[in-house]
């Protein structure tokens, strides 16, 4: 029988088929070899022996990556169904000023920088020159990225920039097979004033992942930023997504960011907030410390 979904020529039967390429993938492709053969086989395993059969593509979806998480805290890996083609992979640069939602001053002469992710640096950079110039003036500086999950390294290293006096080297990124790391460094030169000498505070929650976690974990082992919320969501290896049907694909780390600041990265563990607090309650926090 032919489920009726928005997905026609999805078929409960193809079920297997797509753990088998989705093993394969993780298999050939995990940033760690071993846990990624590990991977495939504790998935096969799973479908062999599960008694949960989910119909929907969706459901099926979740339980894949539900049964990948038991095995690995990545927080990148996941099995979704194709969103509909975008050049932004869904996200609508324009609907956020190519991730600025907000840039404000506050009372009491305090600047607030809300980001729900990083674009194409060509386009966002412009945005967020302007922004920083917007609150050159202020004596505090309060950078939101409770609702940000990431987005062009190239994006976060420039913002990064203007809290830093000289060229910082962010992190050198190791893809698997690579025998050369890839390193990402601060822009020496840039549109707008940096933002030294003044305190700065970052916006954390669970949902803050991936590239927001960076500028996040950076600025706090610099001692550059006090951050405020929540530990957030503890993914850090970047990768790509790898088609395993139609209608499915499966995101697969293939690399890991290595920070000079401490020799390692956030991966799996998240990076823990100066001042913890529920998400909802971080501005008003950050607030009463000024």
Request: charge should be negative; include cysteine; aromatic fraction near 8%.
């Amino acid at each position: 029988m032919t489920l009726t979904t928005p997905h026609p020529t999805w078929h409960p039967d193809d079920r297997a088929s797509v753990v088998d390429a989705a093993a394969h993938a993780l298999a050939e492709q995990y940033v760690f070899p071993d846990v990624g053969a590990a991977l495939a086989d504790a998935l096969r395993i799973w479908w062999a022996t599960t008694p949960e059969r989910p119909d929907t593509p969706e459901a099926f979806c979740a339980a894949v990556s539900a049964a990948l998480r038991a095995h690995t805290p990545d927080g990148h890996l996941r099995l979704r169904v194709k969103p509909e083609k975008h050049p932004h992979h869904g996200r609508e640069p324009f609907a956020s000023a190519h991730g600025l939602t907000r840039a404000e001053i506050l009372d009491g002469n305090v600047g607030l920088l809300e980001l729900r992710g990083f674009f194409d640096v060509t386009a966002a950079a412009p945005i967020i020159a302007a922004a920083l110039q917007l609150m050159a003036g202020t004596r505090a500086l309060i950078l939101d990225l409770r609702r940000n999950g990431g987005g062009d390294p190239a994006c976060t290293a420039f913002l990064q920039g203007f809290f830093f006096a000289e060229p910082l080297h962010v992190n050198t990124f190791w893809h698997r097979g690579a025998t050369e790391g890839v390193q990402t460094w601060t822009p020496s030169v840039l549109p707008a004033p940096r933002y030294l000498d003044r305190p700065v505070f970052v916006l954390t929650s669970r949902r803050t992942a991936s590239g927001a976690e960076e500028v996040a974990y950076v600025l706090r082992h610099a001692g550059r930023a006090t951050l405020i919320g929540e530990t957030t969501a503890g993914a850090a290896h970047p990768g790509e997504f790898v088609s395993v049907h139609p209608h499915l694909e499966l995101f697969v780390p293939g690399g890991r960011p290595v920070v000079p600041l401490t020799g390692g990265n956030w991966e799996g563990v998240g990076v823990e907030p100066h001042i913890a607090v529920p998400a909802a309650e971080a501005l008003e926090v950050a607030l009463g410390q000024l």
